[in-house]
């Protein structure tokens, strides 16, 4: 009893360190906890101040200024024949306080396309976080159905070993009793050794996948992660992109690419502004005091003020010219960008047609197996058949049926793949929710 009590214990610990997962469920907790996002969402931020600090360009400027002084005795000479220096006062204190307006009214466009350049820098960046946003959950996706694939590899591996066992359990009988030679006795124990090696092997896999993407969704290393059998069948994939249509209209980085294209028009635009003389409203007040000599109160004055940099007209050629060149740079970046959209989407179309064909012909496969193991089976119980032929068509029964299991998430992680290269990964996660 008492080890029953112990070993119902040591399952229920167990049974807690599992931790099921859904595919839906860690996509949107890495968007919540992983450091990429973070950070793209931080880069957002930073522009968007950098886009309020350009508007504040706009406003009027206003200084206030004041100062006090304590002054030594002086000496005054007013070199007036009616006025006696002896008869001045000689003031210890002056008070200056100013204040002065400025608020631009021309600056050759400078302003407002220095707000266009950032505003389309500052939608460039949302479009780059949601481009990161989608790298990362295909990654979660990829570490996911890898992490599924070894389990299920694991379970098929387990059951297999159940019956190998047995197999040996048998032949030992068989051997002990003079039927079979022990040489088919040792080929049955080598079965069970092999697939004891890709047990070994298949719970290091798993183990290494959990622990990767417990890292990119920040969850504790010793938590076991048990993947959602049911993603891999509950999902719809009848509304597969079939063209680059849609990648070229929705895919992020593009649309990125092309907001800092409108970004560098804009700026082109920032430096042929020197090209034009500035004119700006000023206004100002004054009040002064020099105790005991003179006090001026109410002093204020306002005009305009006209400004322009004679030499910067020669010296701006080699600004206008350098912001031409970075936008034709961005402007190739884009061409390039978009064959390579293409090439990619092209890609996942044929591999994930490829992934359903294959699926289809594992199916056809395991029928095959199935069906060659019975009948190698029922010769070998009748004495038809020796080992070599038994042994190999439970090895090519049992690959057969990882190949099938493996084969339909392959089509699911092909088709997250293309939905991914058509811009299309994120509305299938309901991004709006994040």
């Given at each position: 009893m008492l080890f029953g009590v112990f070993f119902i214990g040591i399952s229920s610990t167990e049974a807690q360190e599992k931790t099921s997962l859904t595919l839906d469920e860690a996509v949107k907790l890495a968007w919540e906890?992983?450091?990429?996002?973070?950070l793209a969402n931080t880069?957002?931020?930073t522009k968007k101040y950098e886009l309020q600090s350009v508007k504040n360009n706009q406003y009027p400027d206003l200084k206030v200024s004041g100062q006090y002084q304590r002054l030594g005795k002086a000496s005054i000479d007013l070199h007036n024949d009616e006025a006696s220096s002896?008869?001045?006062?000689?003031?210890?204190?002056?008070?200056?306080?100013?204040?002065?307006?400025?608020?631009?009214?021309?600056s050759g466009f400078k302003i407002q396309s220095s707000i266009d350049t950032y505003e389309s820098l500052y939608e460039a960046e949302t479009a780059n976080a949601a481009k990161t946003k989608e790298d990362v959950a295909l990654r979660v996706i990829t570490y996911y159905t890898a992490l599924y694939k070894a389990q299920k590899t694991l379970d098929l591996l387990n059951e297999n070993q159940k019956q190998a066992k047995q197999r040996v359990t048998d032949f030992t009988e068989l051997e002990k009793n003079g039927i079979i030679p022990r040489n088919d006795l040792l080929k049955a124990q080598l079965m069970v050794s092999k697939t004891q090696l890709s047990i070994d092997e298949a719970n290091n896999n798993i183990n290494n996948i959990n622990f990767y993407l417990t890292t990119l969704l920040k969850l504790?290393?010793?938590?076991?992660l048990q993947v959602n059998e049911q993603d891999f069948f509950n999902l719809k994939t009848s509304n597969a992109p079939t063209s680059d249509a849609l990648a070229l209209e929705n895919r992020k980085d593009l649309e990125a690419v092309r907001l800092q294209s409108k970004a560098s028009e804009a700026n082109i635009r920032v430096?042929?502004?020197?090209?034009?003389?500035?004119?700006a409203l000023l206004g100002g007040y004054t009040a002064f005091d020099l105790k005991d000599f003179i006090t001026v109160k109410y002093a204020m004055n306002f005009g305009v003020g006209l400004s322009y940099d004679l030499s910067g007209i020669l010296k701006n050629n080699s600004?206008?010219?350098?912001?031409?060149?970075k936008a034709l740079e961005v402007k190739n970046s884009e061409a390039l960008l978009t064959d390579r959209i293409k090439v990619e989407v092209q890609k996942s179309i044929e591999d994930y047609d490829l992934a359903i064909n294959q699926s289809v012909v594992y199916d056809e496969a395991l029928q095959q197996a199935s069906e060659n193991y019975r009948l190698v089976k029922d010769k070998f119980d009748n004495g038809l058949s020796d080992t070599n032929d038994l042994v190999e068509a439970d090895v090519e029964h049992l690959s057969a049926k990882i190949n099938t299991a493996l084969s339909k998430a392959t089509i699911i992680q092909k088709y997250y793949e293309l939905l991914s290269v058509s811009g299309q990964l994120s509305q299938s996660f309901n991004l709006s929710k994040i």
């Open positions: 906890k992983s450091n990429e996002v973070t880069k957002v931020n002896e008869s001045m006062a000689s003031p210890d204190r002056a008070m200056l306080g100013m204040a002065n307006l400025s608020l631009p009214i021309f504790e290393p010793s938590v076991k430096a042929k502004a020197g090209y034009y003389p500035t004119l600004h206008v010219k350098e912001a031409e060149s």
